[in-house]
């Protein structure tokens, strides 16, 4: 079987490019025809030679793949849906907005967090994404030219998936990538302490931790994952990272119905994040099935927040796109809508 090129890095490229016999430079120009011409097929890589290119067309691709399908919502988000892992599709949302254009990226097909209230974990895991098929999704959208930002929030837990998560960020953000800003990239994670560190340490790009309670024992009954890594400890190994600067964190706290949204939650979600720079967003719940409780009604959330703003926190009502195609927030089940 022939391996993809998209997705290497260029140290792997380096390794590729001995094996076809060339000289290490060469790997910078691979990475250029990938990443920056963003060529679809070895042949367009002209600068490399013939033998060498016959070479590489029979052991490696390209490895570009479109997307099977696609939503397009009538808010202008559009949902695509590409292979993922375990035989298991995967999804990826197009979000434009004013000046803006986002790709939230999934990093596993299906996950194994079981967070109660959303699709994809309802479905189990079915496998790691490698940085092949998160670049792929990135590179292979029709709008991929203007996308302005990514955002590790799709299927899955990007921090259960370390290696190759930090691999599509090398990617994104080399000189022989794509040179993007790691501010143009957010990682959203429940929270998964072990990995968290590694993400700090080894990139520059922004945070969000999905919080939902500030209370442990709700939150474990919401996010299994509160039981192996409790909130505050995830918080006190943020509070060791400079997020006053270039880098930001946020709270991400999705708001249900007389569960996790009266002024008492208010109060100890300060609490809690009181002498961290972050923000908070504050995400209205779409309806999945067999799930009790709905979304917060307006005027709650928007007490909600100026609670959270009195107290000092930076808190806002984030805008829901997408949910007419199931592309909003919880809803992705990797199934054509
Ligand atoms: S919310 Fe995120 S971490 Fe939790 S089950 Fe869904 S995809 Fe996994």
Known sequence: MKLPLIGNTLQQLRDIAAEAGLRPFAAKQIARWLYTARVTSIDEMTDISKTARAWLNDHYTVGREKPKAEARSTDGTVKYLFTGAGGRDIESVYIPDRDRAT?????????????????????????????????????????SESLTNVVFMGMGEPLDNIDEVLRAIDILTAPWGLAWSPKRITVSSIGKLDTLRRLLDETRVHVAISVHSPFADERASLMPVQRAFP?????????????????RLSAEYIMWGGVNDDLRHADA?????????????????????????????????????????????????????????????????????
Do not use: W
């Open 103 to 143: 790709l939230c990226v999934s990093s596993q097909a299906g996950c194994r967090m079981n967070c109660s209230f959303c699709m994809t974990g309802r479905q189990g895991f079915h496998g790691n994404l490698t940085a092949t098929a998160i670049i792929n999704q990135i590179l292979s959208i029709p709008e």
């Open 231 to 247: 909130l505050v400890r995830v918080l006190d190994l943020l509070r060791g990272y400079d997020f006053a600067h270039q880098r």
């Open 269 to 337: 979600l300060a609490r809690l994040l009181h002498g961290l720079d972050c923000r908070v967003n504050l995400i209205r719940f779409h309806a999945i099935p067999d799930f009790p409780h709905g979304t917060s009604p307006t005027p709650v959330m928007e007490a909600f927040r100026d609670r959270l703003n009195e107290r000092g926190i930076t808190a806002t009502i984030r805008t829901s796109r997408g949910e007419d195609i199931a592309a909003a927030c919880g809803m992705l089940s990797g199934e054509k809508s």
